[in-house]
C-alpha cells in the first residue's frame, strides 16, 4: 500500500510564493503529442505536477513560481509558442488542503 516516503517542501522559503493550475488544451489527440507535451513540461522547473485528464482539458499542470504575474509569463514564455497547444487559461490556488490519512473505501 505505501509506494514510498517525501519530504514537504517550504514553497515561499524557495521563492514559489504563488501556485496555480494551468488548464491545457492540445490538438490533435493523439498518443505521441499527449507523451510528448507530457514529457516537455514534466522538465519545466516551474511545475510541480502535471496530469493528463478528460473532460473540457487534456491537462492540469501545477505550477509554483514566485508572483501573481509569474504565471502568465509562463504561459506566454512556454506554452503560447508550442504548436500542439490551442488553448490554456490559469487558476491561482489561494489555498490547499489535503487528507493526511488515506484509508480503504468498500468494494
Not at 45 to 54: D, K
Not at 59 to 65: D, N, T
Amino acid at each position: 500500500m505505501i509506494t514510498g516516503y517525501h519530504t514537504e517542501i517550504n514553497l515561499p522559503a524557495l521563492n514559489r510564493h504563488v501556485q496555480a493550475l494551468l488548464h491545457v488544451h492540445v490538438r490533435p489527440l493523439s498518443r505521441e503529442v499527449i507523451e510528448g507535451f507530457k514529457q516537455y513540461v514534466a522538465a519545466l522547473p516551474e511545475v510541480l505536477s502535471v496530469f493528463v485528464v478528460a473532460g473540457g482539458d487534456d491537462f492540469l499542470v501545477h505550477v509554483a513560481v514566485p508572483s501573481v504575474e509569474a504565471p502568465h509569463a509562463f504561459l506566454m514564455d512556454k506554452f503560447s509558442k508550442r504548436r500542439e497547444i490551442v488553448g490554456f487559461r490559469s487558476s491561482i490556488i489561494y489555498q490547499h488542503a489535503r487528507n493526511q490519512v488515506v484509508t480503504s473505501l468498500p468494494a
